[in-house]
């Protein structure tokens, strides 16, 4: 015998999760995006953790 719906039961959303992080989005030329990398290569490490490490020192050394 089938069941009525398929799929799993929707959760309310007072039930969620909220997200633990959020997605910043940077717009760049391509110039300084290339030497970004290539820094970040460098480093041994994707952009997006030199972009967080950087973000961090900065905040950090404004305390």
């Known amino acids: 015998m089938a069941r ?4 799993r039961k929707k959760i309310a959303p007072e039930n969620k999760a909220k997200p633990i992080s959020k997605i910043v989005y940077v717009r ?3 110039e ?3 030497k ?3 820094i970040a290569e460098s480093e041994n490490q994707t952009i997006s ?3 967080k490490q950087m973000i961090i020192n900065k905040i950090e050394s404004t305390k």
């Open 4 to 7: 009525g719906v398929a799929g």
């Open 28 to 30: 760049l030329e391509n």
């Open 32 to 34: 300084l995006y290339d």
């Open 36 to 38: 970004l990398e290539n």
């Open 49 to 51: 953790q030199y972009l």
